[in-house]
């Protein structure tokens, strides 16, 4: 069986750029507006949910925290729509992620340590691990497409597991 080690690398929006978008508030691409008495950052992530006429849903998720080194047994995807997580607590979290396709390719597989500040933002069909908290009770604004129901035909998970390599992750780099 395959080893593989991931150590964790510094979230920023070049090197995530494959995978979907950080989401920040660093850097002086802002408008003043009311009245000089707030920033606005636009544009920040392209949340995608428009297939089948699906609906833009934001959510609340309080993650456990993870043991390391964390076996990364399994990926996923949503290959319908964006998935954007903005942490509440100031607190990093780990994202693993490999790039789009009909399954991840284990010798592209990447971990990404965010600041405490940052949010990601999962392209449609990107290929990721579930939440990945360094804390426990930590919150997470979430923003995806809402499930509509028995109606919703569209497959919202597709889920990939990993029988012949054994993926590590350690928690820093």
């Not at 003043?32 to 089948?52: E, M, V």
């Not at 309080?62 to 954007?84: D, G, T």
């Amino acid at each position: 069986m395959k080893t593989i080690t991931l150590n964790p690398e510094e979230l920023t929006s070049e090197g995530f750029r494959i995978f979907g978008d950080v989401i920040s508030s660093d850097g002086d691409n802002f408008i003043i507006i009311n009245d000089g008495y707030a920033r606005k950052y636009t544009d920040l992530a392209n949340i995608d949910t428009h297939i089948a006429e699906g609906m833009t849903a934001v959510h609340i998720f309080v993650a456990k925290q993870r043991q390391f080194p964390l076996q990364i047994n399994m990926l996923e995807k949503h290959p319908f729509f964006s998935q954007a997580f903005i942490p509440r607590d100031k607190q990093p979290f780990i994202v693993v992620v490999a790039p789009p396709g009909d399954k991840p390719n284990s010798g592209q597989i990447k971990a990404f340590i965010t600041d405490g500040e940052q949010g990601i933002n999962y392209a449609r069909g990107v290929w990721h691990f579930p939440l990945i908290s360094l804390g426990n009770d930590n919150q997470f604004i979430t923003i995806d497409r809402r499930h509509n129901g028995p109606g919703d035909t569209l497959e919202q998970c597709v889920i990939f597991p990993f029988d012949e390599v054994e993926i590590n992750l350690r928690a820093t780099s």
